[in-house]
């Protein structure tokens, strides 16, 4: 996707002229502030799901979830946007330094070149200050699209969050209707709708009456509807890099750079604890007896992260006579416990903490219950509410491969059960 040179703008006066001229140097200074910057927001985005993970309940993960999705991807924008933006300057300063030594460009009569192979390289390469012409419009083009990603992920977010609010009202008055329900509702029924003016667009509809009547109409409430307080920006840069590339470019451009950002959002999805803002897959995580997941094991836990997944134990091999496992009672689990414990969880910590040992049930490779020989609140590394900190004996455990199991006293409806496996080798006296 190149600007087209075939078509000239209206004239601008002196002052503008000379500021497209030299935006360079302030695109260079905002171009490295904003690298420096953007390198901080998955760090940043990584410890906001964690605090979420912590104060929310499910049904609000479930809704974080998109949010965080779109987040990351408009991270992710800004990060290659800005990082090719700073390559492509740095290369055509580079070039205007060559240029300013050497101002003919590739010689001619080079000695060591035959006269067919110098012609041919000329005809190749004909123009170095044409191109470098072109290395300037690429990074201010650059530099606009980064913005307009930005926007477009910020809006969509924005979408969301009246979307989910207009949702909580409707569970309201409809109590078995979820928050979720009513998002992926909303967006079955308006897909259709945005996408029809550009099915409108196509070659055999659009000069039929009716189309040419209301495209535009439909297009505008479309727009509005997607973009909000942005429309008018959104479609300034959209439209002028549409109607000034060849289509098949700019949507190639278009799906490459959504591979690309969906890619790299993956990545950080991956490294990060994202997923666990999903239901199933926090469910099927906390019964696997087979996988041990680092969070869960104090001394495994990657430096920074502070998410504990269900429960911890101090290590993956123990040697002591007691086990101590710390349960953070994050947002989830208060949305249990608390109509578990009635008065109680509101009484005071000291009825509080006898619900919270009421709720979890301790096992052994299943061999029925083992009774905690003490239970204290206990701030965890990270988590925004206290945890509980419970010591259960390991009198009773053959050396080798042994798995905890807690069971907390949930619905049938919700009930899982978190296995977290360990080995168990007693010191030798």
Known sequence: MTPDDSTQGPSKPQWLQRLEEESWQAELIVSGIAIFGSLQLPGLLSRAVNWALGTFSAPYLEILSFLFIYLSCAVQALIICFVLHFLVRTIWIGNIGLLSVFPRGI???????????????HKEFPDFQGFNQRLDRLGSLLFSIAGLWTIIFVTINIGIVIAS???????????????TQFLLALAALLFPFLMLPSLLSLPWLRERPW????????????????FGPFYRQVNYSSLTLITNSKSQNYLGVLLLSMVVLIGSAMVWMLGSNYFYLKGDIRNRLS???????PAQYDDKRAEGNTYIPFASIPSDVIREPVLPVYIPLTGIEQAYLKPFCGENWEGGREGRLLCVEAYYRFEFNADGPVAPTGAYFFSGPGQPEDGVRFYLPTGGLEPGGNIL??????PET????????????PEQN
Do not use: N, W
């Not at 001619?108 to 035959?114: I, N």
């Not at 009547?213 to 505008?220: D, E, K, T, V």
């Open 107 to 121: 010689r001619k009569g080079y000695e060591k070149f035959s006269a067919a192979y110098e012609e041919s390289l």
């Open 165 to 179: 609010f207009l949702g909580f009202l409707l569970t309201l008055a409809f109590p078995g209707l979820s928050v």
């Open 211 to 226: 189309v040419r009547r209301y495209h535009f109409p439909l297009y505008r409430v479309a727009s509005k509807a997607m």
């Open 287 to 293: 019964g696997r007896a087979v996988q041990m997941l």
């Open 405 to 410: 199991s807690i069971v907390p006293a949930r």
């Open 414 to 425: 919700d009930s899982f059960v978190v296995r977290i496996p360990f080995q168990f080798f």
